[in-house]
């Protein structure tokens, strides 16, 4: 069960508290949060006040950084739970997909998104990025995320790695050619493989399928 309460009495996670004094944020940026609070709102049972707080949340962690395309970081976290109301309502899974950059990314930890979000969301996000904190930095090689997820049963967890990796194929324009061409091939080789395997959303992986290729295929 989701710890909405405990969400809620903990409303004074601001910036200064994850040691970052700014945010990046745009016009658009903020045009997407508006958007995804009234979706989130309308679609699942998640409330208007814990959709806002997690999305601050999630700005206030990731401060000033930002993505390969120049938009600022938290706005891919928004992306990957938007794409996840394509397979699921379920509030811890849409929770997790906000949170999901979050451990791997920012000082918080493992620990506080089980204090804040209860145990479910926590499991969703070490599934995730296994990236076990527990006082200690510590992550996976790539072939051990892989052999790992490969063993992994959990459907909250894939429809999460595999809407990650739908945003981040979506917008592999902005990284350099090099990176394209290996993400396209491990795309190809392992993710769409890997979501046949377990069921997931054939026009995620169309639609992954369709980028990837082009990208391989361009001379």
């Not at 938009?71 to 739970?81: E, G, K, L």
């Not at 204090?115 to 479910?120: A, D, V």
């Amino acid at each position: 069960m989701i710890k909405f309460n405990c969400l809620l009495q903990r409303p004074h996670y601001h910036s200064t508290d994850l040691a970052a004094n700014k945010v990046s944020e745009t016009t658009e940026s903020l045009a997407q949060e508006r958007t995804l609070v009234d979706l989130l709102t309308a679609e699942t049972n998640l409330t208007q006040e814990i959709v806002e707080k997690t999305i601050a949340f999630i700005k206030n962690a990731h401060g000033l950084m930002i993505r390969k395309s120049g938009a600022p970081y938290y706005t891919h976290p928004m992306a990957v739970a938007k794409i996840l109301l394509d397979v699921t309502k379920d509030p811890s899974t849409i929770l997790a997909g906000l949170l999901h950059d979050i451990v791997e990314d920012t000082p918080v930890t493992l620990t506080q998104i089980d204090l804040m979000y209860g145990p479910e969301v926590a499991y969703i996000v070490d599934r995730v990025t296994h990236y076990h904190t527990n006082g200690y930095p510590w992550k996976f090689s790539d072939m051990e995320n892989k052999n790992m997820l490969s063993q992994c049963v959990n459907i909250r967890v894939i429809q999460v790695k595999l809407a990650d990796r739908l945003h981040n194929t979506q917008t592999l324009y902005a990284r350099e050619w090099a990176d394209q061409q290996r993400i396209a091939k491990e795309t190809l080789s392992f993710y769409i493989p890997w979501g046949k395997k377990n069921n997931i959303c054939s026009k995620w992986l169309t639609e992954m399928q369709y980028i990837c290729e082009e990208i391989l295929n361009r001379k």
